[in-house]
């Protein structure tokens, strides 16, 4: 599976983005898809995750209620809507995709197998 992230950029804070995760090579049927993000000095953290079969969605405390994970099974994309930006959301967003995960270990990034490179999200205050 390959994962190509997009869609980051500079956005005030108190602003939205959304940034989209494309899978190609198979689909994510069976997967779950997960952002985690890493900001400079920092350890990559978990954000949000989606499992393709059924939907069922995690969030990290810090951004629930601010962040919505989607996907499109047509498209084979997942999003990730990020609204009420904060300073402390700048980071590199990564999507990833895992082929077994269960729910008390969906925030592992060392059970996703898959990564796209990363899109770029700076909030200025």
């Known amino acids: 599976v390959q994962l190509q992230a997009s869609g980051g950029g500079l956005v005030q804070a108190g602003g939205s983005l959304r940034v989209s995760c494309a899978a190609s090579?198979?689909?994510?049927?069976?997967?779950?898809v997960g952002w985690f993000r890493q900001a400079p000095g920092k350890e990559r953290e978990f954000v949000a995750a989606?499992?393709?079969?059924?939907?069922?969605?995690y969030y990290a405390d810090s951004v629930k209620g601010r962040f919505t994970i989607s996907r499109d099974n047509a498209k084979n994309t997942v999003y990730l809507q990020m609204n009420s930006l904060k300073p402390e959301d700048t980071a590199v967003y990564y999507c990833?995709?895992?082929?077994?995960?269960?729910?008390?270990?969906?925030?592992?990034?060392?059970?996703?197998?898959?990564w796209g490179q990363g899109t770029q999200v700076t909030v200025s205050s």
């Open positions: 090579g198979r689909t994510f049927s069976g997967y779950a």
């Open positions: 990833a995709a895992a082929p077994r995960v269960i729910a008390s270990t969906v925030t592992m990034s060392r059970q996703y197998d898959y």
């Open positions: 989606i499992r393709w079969s059924g939907g069922s969605t």
